[in-house]
Nanobody, 125 residues
Framework: QVQLVESGGGLVQAGGSLRLSCAAS????????MGWFRQGPGKEREFVAA????????YYADSVKGRFTISRDNAKNTVYLQMNNLKLEDTAVYYC??????????????????WGQGTQVTVSS
């Protein structure tokens, strides 16, 4: 069992940056693949980025490649999502995800083991 708490969301102008953090409870954090999903208004929750339990493998949705970077610090039980050059279409609630299996760009929201409560990211023009 792992509990996830996101932070770092907010309002930012297009072209700006934000860094999301996800703090996880539990001593087994390092065994989980971690990821970020997002859900825009009226849309299905979609994959954004993921990182393997050792931090070696990273995966990104095509829409965020080159702009977002996922990282993790297993000593701090925390995963991060650095978001640069934000666009209007990045507006969504961002959810932290944890899974004992791999999370990749093909992962669907209904297959994920654990979720955070979400943090709102709003990009304005």
């Amino acid at each position: 069992q792992v509990q996830l708490v996101e932070s770092g969301g907010g309002l930012v102008q297009a072209g700006g940056s934000l860094r999301l953090s996800c703090a996880a409870s539990g001593r087994t954090f390092r065994t989980y693949s971690m990821g970020w999903f997002r859900q825009g208004p009226g849309k299905e929750r979609e994959f954004v980025a993921a990182i393997s339990w050792r931090g070696i493998g990273t995966y990104y949705a095509d829409s965020v490649k080159g702009r977002f970077t996922i990282s993790r610090d297993n000593a701090k039980n925390t995963v991060y999502l650095q978001m640069n050059n934000l666009k209007l279409e990045d507006t969504a609630v961002y959810y932290c995800a944890a899974d004992l299996g791999p999370i990749t760009s093909g992962s669907k929201y209904y297959s994920i083991d654990f979720w955070g409560q979400g943090t709102q990211v709003t990009v304005s023009s």
